[in-house]
């Protein structure tokens, strides 16, 4: 019962972030939408499931960890439908991949410097 309610719930909020991309003609995909609005609710409610036991999301994300490579068929064979088209496009494909893949290693740095140097900060101040 806690599978089906919580994938009710996955499924209400990828609704209702289509709903939302709909109505306002928004250039950003309704399931994005949708997973900012679960994140900002699951923020929200944290205290109230204090426990793992009573969080639903908690026994359906392992049942779906579990058959994740399953999900991802559908990618690859979609990629060997498209074959001809990201052979043709394999250097700016290539060149967008490592860029992209460089600035998120430069980001994450940055960012967990700024992070530890605020902790220092703070535990400093607590001593």
Known sequence: ???????????????IGNFIQDLFHLPIPGTVIGMVLLFFSLILTRRRFRHTHTNPFIHFSLKLLRIMPILYVPAGVGIMQYFGIIGSQSI??????VLSALLSMVFT??????LLKKLEK?????D
């Open 92 to 97: 700016p494909i290539i060149g967008t991949l």
């Open 109 to 114: 740095a940055y960012f967990m410097t700024f």
């Open 122 to 126: 703070s535990g400093a101040s607590h």
């Open 1 to 15: 019962m806690k599978i089906i309610l919580s994938f009710a719930i996955l499924l209400l909020y990828q609704l």
